[in-house]
């Protein structure tokens, strides 16, 4: 088994090609597009809702069978055939250009691989089981979304204010350490939620903030 490593990349406007259409690439083409990637579809066939992306111009679709110069330029690769010998191949061309490349038949025969993922706003958490058992990472990130909910967008968004506010405001790395993680306490993410005044009243932020990391060592 592979040590993977966990990252997030930047895909915005970068070409990916996902080979394949079925219901495995739709998959892999449905996150890419939530990165904002520009998503190239390879493949004769294509899924109604890959075609619908499609044709509402969220992607661009070659409806063939995949050729070495659709690599072209691309920043990932996605082989995602009912084809073992074509995700393989597509595998090679991706190596010889050293363009990263996921198999979807053979994990381990790639460079990455995808974990099952919840977004919620600019919290995105991942679940992976190294490839042993992807139902379990669906599974597990099924959990994940009954506990960090809806409520999770306001909390990055409250969050990044703050800290800004704190990292212009406070010079000491380990204090500003302490005001951020009594940031993130349940009680205080509750707070954020109501508190329009974050903005405006910087001073009563790191006030509280002191309050809330004394009670923390309390
Ligand atoms: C290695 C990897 C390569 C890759 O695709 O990146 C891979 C490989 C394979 N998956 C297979 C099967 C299934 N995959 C799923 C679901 C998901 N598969 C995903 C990722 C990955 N799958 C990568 C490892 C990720 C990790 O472990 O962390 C998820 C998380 C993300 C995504 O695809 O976007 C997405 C969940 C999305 C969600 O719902 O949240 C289900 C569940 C279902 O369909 O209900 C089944 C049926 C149950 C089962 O077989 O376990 C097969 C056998 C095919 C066959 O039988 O021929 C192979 C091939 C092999 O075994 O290597
Ligand atoms: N990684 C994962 O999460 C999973 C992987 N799999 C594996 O992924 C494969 C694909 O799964 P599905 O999407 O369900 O298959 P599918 O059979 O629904 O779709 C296969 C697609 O590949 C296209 N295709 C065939 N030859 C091609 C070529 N030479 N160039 C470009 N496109 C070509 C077909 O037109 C079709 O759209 C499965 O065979 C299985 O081995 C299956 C389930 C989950």
């Known amino acids: 088994?592979?040590?993977?490593?966990?990252?997030?990349?930047?895909?915005?406007?970068?070409?990916?090609?996902?080979?394949?259409?079925?219901?495995?690439?739709?998959?892999?083409?449905?996150?890419?597009?939530?990165?904002?990637?520009?998503?190239?579809l390879v493949s004769p066939g294509a899924t109604g809702q890959l075609m619908e992306w499609f044709e509402r111009g969220l992607l661009r679709w070659t409806a063939r069978e995949?050729?070495?110069?659709?690599?072209?330029?691309a920043v990932l690769v996605f082989a995602a055939t009912d084809r073992g010998e074509v995700n393989r191949k597509l595998a090679e061309w991706a190596a010889r250009r050293g363009i990263p490349a996921n198999v979807a038949d053979d994990g381990e025969n790639g460079d990455f691989i995808v974990p099952a993922v919840l977004r919620q706003g600019g919290l995105v958490l991942t679940a992976s089981a190294s490839g042993a058992g992807p139902a379990?990472?669906?599974?597990?990130?099924?959990?994940?979304?009954?506990?960090?909910?809806?409520?999770?967008?306001?909390?990055?968004?409250?969050?990044?204010?703050?800290?800004?506010?704190?990292k212009a405001k406070i010079a000491?790395?380990?204090?500003?350490?302490?005001?951020?993680?009594?940031?993130?306490?349940?009680?205080?993410?509750t707070e954020w939620r109501s508190a329009s005044w974050l903005h405006e009243e910087q001073d009563r932020l790191i006030l509280r903030l002191r309050q809330l990391a004394d009670e923390r060592k309390g």
Do not use: H
């Open 172 to 189: 000491d790395q380990a204090e500003r350490r302490e005001l951020l993680r009594a940031a993130v306490s349940d009680e205080a993410l």
């Open 66 to 73: 995949a050729v070495e110069e659709d690599l072209d330029g």
């Open 1 to 40: 088994m592979s040590a993977w490593y966990p990252l997030l990349l930047k895909l915005e406007g970068r070409k990916c090609v996902v080979f394949g259409g079925g219901p495995v690439a739709q998959r892999k083409a449905e996150g890419l597009l939530q990165a904002k990637a520009d998503v190239r």
């Open 136 to 166: 379990l990472a669906a599974r597990i990130i099924g959990e994940l979304a009954e506990r960090y909910g809806q409520d999770y967008n306001e909390n990055v968004e409250a969050l990044r204010t703050i800290r800004r506010i704190v």
